[in-house]
């Protein structure tokens, strides 16, 4: 799919007129890289639903800070990467431990 940056540049006259794009609250998927969202996100939909939480600003404020994994901000967050599996090391055949969540009451 295209980018942001392609997209913009294509419709920014149009995109400008949006408030989320004024205030510069736009996100996508690529928090974790290109093809991580079609590939990885279903073993982290808790992650995915703290993140989603975070976009729409409900989030607990006495709670730990959920540092976004999924949804990165177009304007501020870099595009993400996936951590490169050691399939010589193992690591393959070892069982998949999530990122540690803390719960948001």
Same mark, same amino acid.
């Given at each position: 799919?295209?980018?942001?940056? *392609?997209?913009? %540049?294509? #419709?920014? *006259?149009?995109?400008? &007129?949006? #408030? %989320? +794009? &004024?205030?510069?609250?736009?996100?996508?998927?690529? !928090? &974790?890289?290109?093809? %991580?969202?079609?590939?990885?996100?279903? =073993?982290?939909?808790?992650?995915? @639903?703290?993140?989603?939480?975070?976009?729409? @600003? /409900?989030?607990? #404020?006495? @709670? $730990?800070? /959920?540092?976004?994994?999924?949804?990165?901000? +177009?304007?501020?967050? $870099?595009? !993400?990467?996936?951590? =490169?599996?050691?399939?010589?090391?193992?690591?393959?055949?070892? $069982?998949?431990?999530?990122?540690? &969540? *803390?719960?948001?009451?």
């Amino acid at each position: 799919g295209a980018s942001w940056n *392609e997209t913009y %540049a294509l #419709k920014n *006259e149009t995109l400008d &007129q949006f #408030k %989320a +794009v &004024q205030n510069k609250m736009v996100f996508d998927t690529l !928090g &974790q890289g290109a093809s %991580a969202w079609n590939e990885q996100r279903y =073993a982290e939909y808790d992650v995915v @639903g703290l993140d989603m939480c975070d976009v729409v @600003g /409900h989030v607990s #404020k006495t @709670g $730990p800070k /959920h540092e976004r994994r999924w949804f990165r901000n +177009v304007f501020t967050d $870099p595009i !993400g990467s996936m951590e =490169a599996c050691d399939v010589e090391g193992g690591e393959i055949s070892q $069982p998949f431990v999530p990122p540690g &969540q *803390e719960c948001v009451r």
